[in-house]
């Protein structure tokens, strides 16, 4: 499986931008990259997917490298809530297969 | 739509005994998964169903793992004969089957949260 490559972890002002940051140098062309996020005390939830192209939806910004050997999750305005250990994984096809977690990234956003 | 849920939320039982969660998916989700995470650790796969046919085991899924989804619809995990090694937070998902309006996307439950004595 195509690994990926997170900081352990970050430290973020409230209100301010984040941009967490995921190695994939070994992604193959089929994979796509997903990120999800895990709030204390719950399951994982889906933040954002993309395959070439810069994403945006509600929740973040995900910015792809034009090699596709890394990314960029942007949080445009921490807040409290957006504590939480976000995940990035590949998924190759975006079929739907398993979901191969790695450590993640544990972000801390101070008030 | 009222999310994936999981019963019991937290369960203490002594080794050797028996256990078994239960996980209700998102309805008319065909796809539904069972993760096993520990702490400081991110999910690890169990295993997966479309519909009522298991279609992948992970090797962590050792013979005391057992698996079932009768009707396509709620699940069953019972693990046998449980050691302090099976301490951990069992996760359930479910997704849908892509289409092309609808993403493919693991939907988690809050989880069960384990621990063996």
């Known amino acids: 499986d195509a690994k990926t490559t997170q900081p352990n972890s970050m430290e973020s002002n409230e209100e301010e931008p984040v941009h967490l940051p995921c190695n994939h140098s070994t992604i193959s062309g089929t994979d796509y990259i997903h990120w999800y996020r895990q709030l204390p005390s719950q399951g994982p939830e889906y933040v954002i997917h993309?395959?070439?192209s810069n994403v945006n939806n509600r929740m973040a910004s995900l910015a792809i490298a034009e090699d596709r050997k890394s990314s960029t999750l942007i949080l445009h305005r921490a807040t409290l809530r957006d504590a939480a250990v976000y995940y990035c994984i590949l998924n190759p096809n975006n079929a739907g297969n398993m979901l191969t977690f790695g450590g993640g990234t544990r972000l801390m956003v101070k008030p | 739509d009222t999310g994936v849920s999981q019963n019991p939320r937290h369960k203490i039982t002594k080794r050797g005994q028996n256990v078994t969660f239960r996980c209700d998916p998102i309805?008319?989700?065909?796809?539904l998964y069972w993760y096993r995470q520990t702490l400081g650790q991110g999910p690890e796969f169990l295993t997966y169903?479309?519909?009522?046919?298991?279609?992948?085991k992970s090797r962590l899924l050792s013979d005391r793992f057992s698996a079932e989804r009768p009707k396509g619809s709620f699940s069953t995990l019972e693990i046998q004969r449980t050691e302090q090694g099976d301490s951990a937070m069992y996760l359930c998902a479910s997704s849908p089957l892509a289409t092309s309006l609808v993403r493919e996307t693991q939907y988690f439950g809050p989880g069960t949260r384990l621990l063996v004595l």
């Open positions: 169903f479309q519909n009522e046919a298991q279609l992948e």
């Open positions: 309805s008319e989700h065909n796809r």
């Open positions: 993309g395959l070439t």
